[in-house]
């Protein structure tokens, strides 16, 4: 395929992956939380407050609530994101004025768990999109380089107003049951943007590192890298310590149980720990992921 072709395959894909997102979105908010005056976080939690302070058009209050984050968004970080955005936005205006979502149920802990559900299936499908449902991530960069806090610490900090708020005007238990809808909400997220293939780095250290690096190799398929290091160095033998080869590895979070069985089948004193990765490419990853 050239080029131009598979820059269109990748833009359609993305468009797709985004209404299917403001689909899951309205979704969430007219099938689970608006009907049962339940909240989110975020942007979306302001434009619920609002809507069931003053009874706006829930629609408008949604596109108008984050648009100063879109002009800001230009700025921290780039116009095209904050066009995809503003787009994005006002497609979800656009579908809850009129497309009308059935009322699922009024069980206070299902609307709690599965609004959060649909509503972090939206907002996840709309970042793989390469957009963003929310404006309150632009809000914590521009806080961010104005402060010491860190940007997790920002959109805690305005989710805790956001709830707080909610408790005062609606009742302790409604704003209970909504931080679980921000905390579902918010696990569906990662999910959905790190999914099953989520990457963990592992690093083994053993005196059997031929025949673990044989296994990793031939067994689980995956590629290695080799530090030359040393081992000992005990307290009560400090002077005595060998060469080691110190293994690593990446592989997907559902395979670090089967390499960790298969290192401590060899040798059961072998020391291995794991780091979560963000993001990873090349090598035999995708491969391996496509394999399976």
């Known amino acids: ?64 609530a984050n648009i100063p984050f879109i002009i800001m968004g230009m700025f921290q970080v780039n116009k095209s994101f904050a066009l995809k955005t503003l787009a994005c936005v006002i497609g979800l205006g656009l579908c809850l004025q009129f497309i009308e979502y059935p009322v699922i149920t009024q069980d206070k802990l299902l609307v709690s768990i599965f609004g959060g559900v649909f509503m972090g299936l939206g907002v996840g499908l709309s970042i793989r999109g390469g957009c963003a449902l929310d404006g309150i991530e632009i809000l914590a960069l521009y806080t961010l380089k104005r402060s010491s806090f860190t940007i997790s610490e920002i959109i805690l900090g305005i989710n805790i107003i956001i709830f707080l708020i909610a408790a005062v005007e609606l009742g302790l238990p409604t704003a209970l049951y909504s931080i679980l809808t921000y905390y579902t909400a918010s696990r569906t997220i990662t999910f959905v943007i790190d999914g099953l ?96």
Request: proline share 2%.
């Open 1 to 64: 395929m050239t080029q131009p072709g598979l820059k269109i395959e990748e833009i359609l894909k993305d468009v797709v992956t985004v209404i299917i997102g403001i689909l899951f979105c309205g979704f969430a908010l007219k099938g689970f939380l608006v009907p049962n005056s339940f909240f989110d976080g975020g942007v979306t939690g302001i434009s619920l407050l609002i809507h069931e302070l003053y009874h706006f058009n829930i629609a408008y209050v949604i596109i108008i």
């Open 197 to 292: 293939e989520e990457y963990t780095a592992v690093n083994i250290i053993s005196g059997q590192s031929e025949i673990i690096k044989e296994r990793l190799v031939m067994e689980l398929g995956r590629g290695i890298t080799i530090y030359k290091g040393e081992r000992g160095f005990m307290k009560e033998s400090f002077d005595v310590h060998q060469p080691v080869d110190i293994i690593f590895t990446v592989v997907t979070r559902l395979e670090v149980r089967r390499l960790k069985n298969l290192v401590h089948s060899i040798d059961p004193k072998a020391f291995v720990f794991t780091n979560s990765i963000k993001e990873a490419a090349g090598g035999v990853l995708k491969k391996k992921v496509r394999d399976h």
